[in-house]
């Protein structure tokens, strides 16, 4: 069965940088467009980067722009979430999705929803504290 998991997340203080690694099994994801959502306690699943199957192309919630890379690494089947200058507000538990339309390029505001990925991870912690 395909699976993501996601490892990486931890306790940092603010300004500090933590990398997350989302490592697929069952099958090869190496065809599909994968993104980095989070979630808070008591709020929705809200969007944090994505990157194209081909890894050409990347897309970034404006909150995280600048501070955040998302990056892929076929040959080890994993995607990564390059985390810098973290802030308070990015406190979450933050999972991993890929979207199971093989070699499709949605191009913009596509990845944006969560409604398009099919694979989900079962989420890493990350706190920020002051």
């Known amino acids: 069965q395909a699976q993501l998991v996601e490892s990486g997340g931890g306790l940092v203080q603010a300004g500090g940088s933590l990398r997350l690694s989302c490592a697929a099994s069952?099958?090869?994801?190496?065809?599909?467009?994968a993104g980095w959502f989070r979630q808070a306690p008591g709020k929705e699943r809200e969007f944090v980067a994505a990157?194209?199957?081909?890894?050409?192309?990347?897309y970034y919630a404006d909150s995280v722009k600048g501070r955040f890379t998302i990056s892929r690494d076929n040959a080890k089947n994993t995607v990564y979430l390059q985390m810098n200058s973290l802030k308070s507000e990015d406190t979450a538990v933050y999972y991993c999705?890929?979207?199971?339309?093989?070699?499709?390029?949605?191009?913009?505001?596509?990845?944006?929803?969560?409604?398009?990925?099919?694979?989900w991870g079962q989420g890493t912690q990350v706190t920020v504290s002051s």
């Open positions: 999705a890929a979207d199971a339309r093989e070699y499709y390029s949605g191009g913009g505001s596509y990845y944006y929803s969560p409604k398009i990925y099919d694979y």
């Open positions: 990157i194209t199957w081909s890894g050409e192309s990347t």
């Open positions: 069952g099958r090869t994801f190496s065809g599909l467009a």
